[in-house]
């Protein structure tokens, strides 16, 4: 049992880009199996520092007492058994587990919480500004953010929508330009410290599919050309 079950259970599919594969799928939680299985191919060390881009902090307690996780089946198991279906919780199981280590957070609503939040050992910090514009942060998180090994670039696409009244919409392209524009030398330097890039669509958290796609489309214009 590995992660080919995801292709059918999470949408799981893989877009090759430059020397590097990204793992697109749909809800967040499943991101866990996925690391477990680059960190045991010898692409990612355990735990793993993560660069997430993501509205929300992800960051609810989970149900304990949570499993040992020592394989990509057991990886699986945490997600089908124990996570929350809302993928509100699979960033504090994976820091408790010990599959993800000191994470950052780009574009997180800053009512979604306090940040930055201990958990054991390991911390999340967090910003609401994209890496081009991101002010002077503590010396833990520049650590992080300006470290030379291997991480995970973690991208939920509402990081780019936004909600007006009652409806969720997609970043315009005339935002991307300008949130991703210039030298950019923060974004690039985690695109190539990337042992791992995983995409996750969050559908309904982007106001339906076609918004999705909208903005995956505008990723990849502007993120991954």
């Not at 995801?6 to 590097?20: A, I, S, T, V």
């Not at 800053?110 to 942060?137: I, K, T």
């Not at 929508?161 to 300008?178: K, M, T």
Request: proline share 6%; glycine share 8%; hydrophobic share 45%.
């Amino acid at each position: 049992m590995g992660i080919e079950l995801l292709e059918e259970r999470d949408g799981l599919e893989r877009w090759p880009w430059r020397n590097k594969e990204i793992l697109i799928h749909e809800d967040h939680r499943w991101v866990l199996p996925l690391v477990v299985d680059a960190q045991q191919r010898g692409l990612l060390p355990r735990p793993v520092p993560v660069a997430l881009f993501d509205r929300h902090t992800d960051c609810a307690q989970p149900r304990r007492p949570l499993p040992a996780i020592a394989t990509v089946e057991d990886a699986l198991r945490l997600c089908e058994d124990h996570l929350s279906p809302h993928d509100d919780d699979w960033l504090i199981a994976g820091i408790e587990t010990g599959i993800l280590a000191d994470v950052f957070l780009f574009g997180v609503d800053d009512r979604m919480g306090d940040l930055p939040l201990a958990v054991g050992n390991q911390a999340v910090f967090g910003r609401w500004e994209m890496p081009g514009f991101l002010p002077e942060v503590g010396v833990n998180a520049r650590r992080l953010l300006e470290g030379s090994g291997p991480i995970l670039l973690d991208i939920d696409l509402d990081c780019f929508a936004y909600a007006y009244r009652d409806q969720v919409w997609p970043w315009s392209e005339e935002i991307f330009a300008h949130q991703f524009s210039g030298e950019q030398t923060l974004w690039r330097s985690l695109v190539q410290r990337a042992g791992l890039i995983t995409v996750c669509l969050e559908a309904g958290c982007c106001g339906g599919d076609a918004h999705a796609d909208r903005i995956w489309n505008l990723c990849r214009k502007f993120l991954f050309t």
